[in-house]
């Protein structure tokens, strides 16, 4: 009984570290918690929902939907967050007017979205078997798909991990987003690194709406939980650390699902609410966040 | 840039007295309901509407304007206070007034509350945080019988009271009764606010904000005077959230939803957080926004997918386009120096 919920726990929980990666990774950029994230993961889903309806075919419509992920945000960030940057510098709302574009750029692609594909739910299926694995007679909740998510969140994880610490791009992103000055003076463009990064959490973000929607349906709104669980995520790893959003992530789904298992459905998200007020007043710097980023 | 904003607005009310300034607004609202005798049934609900959007904008302005936190979840203390009223009213019988009162009272408590565990939060920390409130919140409805679930608990006051009906003449329909209701208690609101911001609370809210550490030796307890924003935005919000419920004639966990806090933040922007003055004209334009996007959808066919999508697509374009060219609010004048600015 505790094996099966943990293996419900660690399949959400590689969905919720997704996302919570694709939050830390803008974070980190551009000092921005991009609430416009659920919305650019789900048109990319639906790009790959489109993809599928026209070839049948789900693993050619991954790829195209992860490069559209990224393509969006590099748009977003140049067309929206450089604008904001160098206009609403002051005013009374300087320090809230990014996180009010990108609130406002979340309602604007739910809105596409229904008026293109329209509001009712679809399905966007994978060749993979949503039902558990089989041992004898007994039946695990852990299907090949599921496997798939865990996977592909561990490949993802991997891959970030290789570029952060192997190439010269992962050492300007880091440069970049510590001392953007002292980075524009050696020479690095910290503009165009701040796209990039908001293009690896845009394919990072259509890469957790591609694996999970198979396991449900596909609507304007599917994904927006997942952004709040993943913020939760991302806090409680600090929000500046890429280790730790993965660990916030799967924490947070095995805590998830033994709230499910043993106390009920409907207090899932309270339990999130507490959880975040918990963790920021016991540790506002997350378990993995140094003491002096706060303040930027 | 902030000081000028806060004090050409302290300058331009500072004027009147508090005296004067309640006859002005009296004589305003009296102007007001003279006028619903001439108009019909929709633009009485319509009117109802922007009274109950200005009190729920003024709570994101005197939170954000004036106090410098954001809340992405005031929708969800706006159904703490509907849901109040509503248990109040029906379930342990009080007459309406006092439901209200109760559900305002439940609200501000529970502003305190959040308020003193959010003080510490800051910009998108906060954010986050209500956000996850607002999304976590209406599940509520479904874990307690009380509540409701889905369907929720009614919550229908009646008719006008006789001697309205009497004082007033004419005749006197459902929605014009709820905007005889709602614009009184906007506008003690609107006077209380502005008296609040200017009296020493104001000022020290609005120090706190601009610089912490100066008010701090000022001797400003800075995370007291946040927790007290926190508060009075919380009791605004839920009064609302009552007068709301009395609307629509229940509560359930589909009234909150997440977009209504959004739009409570598309107000407060097109008011200019800074700016009491704004919010009759935000609270004007949230509730023009279907209007409007109703009549352009005729235009372009009318199809579902286009009347469901129209309103939000509006409201999100514009509150995009007033943060980046007007982060002031939507003010003709200032609008347009940004847009020559732009395209100097």
Sequence with gaps: ?296 | MVFSVTKRVAMHSARLTPLKRALLLAVFGLLLLLLSNQVDELRSYQGAQVAIYAIAISSIIVLTGFSGQISLGHGAVMAIGGYASALAFTLWNFPWEFALMFGTIVGTIFGCALGIASARLQGPYLAGTTLALAVGLPSLANQFKVLGGEQGISFDIGDAPAWLRQMVGGEFTQYKWFFWLATPVAIVTFWFITNLLQSNVGRSWRAARNHPVAAGLAGINVARAKILAFTVSSSLASLAGGLFAVMLGLVTPMAFPLSLSFLLVTGAVIAGVGNLAGIILGALVLVSIPELSGTLATYLGNSQKVTANLPGLVASLLLIVVVIFAPNGLRPTALWKAFRQFYK
């Design chain 1, 1 to 296: 009984m505790i094996i099966n919920t943990l293996l419900i726990g660690v399949s959400s929980g590689a969905i919720y570290a997704l996302m919570a990666l694709a939050l830390v990774l803008v974070w980190r950029s551009t000092r921005v918690v991009n609430f416009a994230q659920a919305g650019q993961a789900v048109l990319s889903t639906y790009i790959g929902y489109e993809t599928m309806a026209r070839t049948h075919n789900y693993w050619l419509s991954v790829p195209i939907a992860i490069f559209f992920g990224a393509l969006l945000a590099a748009i977003v960030d140049v067309l929206f967050m450089r604008v904001l940057a160098r206009r609403a510098q002051q005013g009374p709302i300087a320090e809230i007017a990014p996180v009010i574009t990108t609130l406002g750029l979340l309602g604007l692609i739910h809105s596409l979205i229904g008026l293109i594909w329209g509001n009712t739910f679809v399905q966007y299926t994978s060749p993979l078997s949503g039902k558990g694995f089989t041992f004898g007679t007994h039946v695990i909740p852990f299907s090949p798909q599921n496997l798939l998510i865990v996977l592909t969140a561990t490949g993802v994880m991997a891959i970030f991990a290789a570029i952060f610490t192997f190439t010269d791009l992962g050492l300007s992103l880091r440069a970049a987003s510590f001392q953007p000055e002292i980075a524009r003076l050696a020479g690095i463009k910290v503009d165009r690194v701040r796209t990039v990064g908001w293009a690896f959490a845009g394919a990072t973000g259509a890469v957790a709406g591609v694996v999970i929607t198979p396991t449900s349906y596909l609507s304007p709104n599917s994904l927006d939980l997942l952004l709040v669980t993943g913020f939760v995520a991302a806090v409680i790893g600090g929000l500046e650390s890429l280790i730790g959003a993965v660990v916030g992530g799967v924490v947070l789904g095995i805590g998830f699902a033994f709230i499910l298992q043993y106390i009920g459905p409907s207090v899932t998200f309270l339990a999130g609410f507490i959880i975040l007020m918990v963790v920021q007043l016991v540790k506002p710097h997350g378990f993995f966040g140094h003491k002096t980023s706060r303040h930027a």
